[in-house]
Nanobody, 123 residues
Framework: QVQLVESGGGLVQAGGSLRLSCAAS????????MGWFRQAPGKEREFVAA???????YYSDSVKGRFTISRDNAKNTVYLQMNSLKPEDTAVYYC?????????????????WGQGTQVTVSS
């Protein structure tokens, strides 16, 4: 069982930045692919970014160039640096772990999920 705990959400003005963190339990974190997803009120969950076990990164078109995903395997933590935030980035952000190590945009292929952290961007 892997436990994921997100932190770093909050309220920020448009154009500002936030860094989300996701701490994972377990000793095999380095083998996992990690993803970030978000869900806005009344909308479906959507893919944001993912990083596989080797460090390859993937982004949705809506955040490419503004968000950066990274990982620190020594700390069992994955990060999402969010710059140039827009009101449409407002959502609950979830991190997820994929134990095969292969990053995917499909949420159903992730094995474990965190509880989420709220990000609110004011205009």
């Amino acid at each position: 069982q892997v436990q994921l705990v997100e932190s770093g959400g909050g309220l920020v003005q448009a154009g500002g930045s936030l860094r989300l963190s996701c701490a994972a339990s377990g000793r095999t974190f380095g083998r996992y692919a990690m993803g970030w997803f978000r869900q806005a009120p009344g909308k479906e969950r959507e893919f944001v970014a993912a990083i596989n076990w080797s460090g390859s990164r993937y982004y949705s078109d809506s955040v490419k160039g503004r968000f950066t995903i990274s990982r620190d395997n020594a700390k069992n933590t994955v990060y999402l640096q969010m710059n140039s935030l827009k009101p449409e980035d407002t959502a609950v952000y979830y991190c997820a772990a994929q134990t095969s190590g292969l990053a995917t945009m499909r949420g159903r292929e992730y094995d474990y999920w965190g509880q989420g952290t709220q990000v609110t961007v004011s205009s």
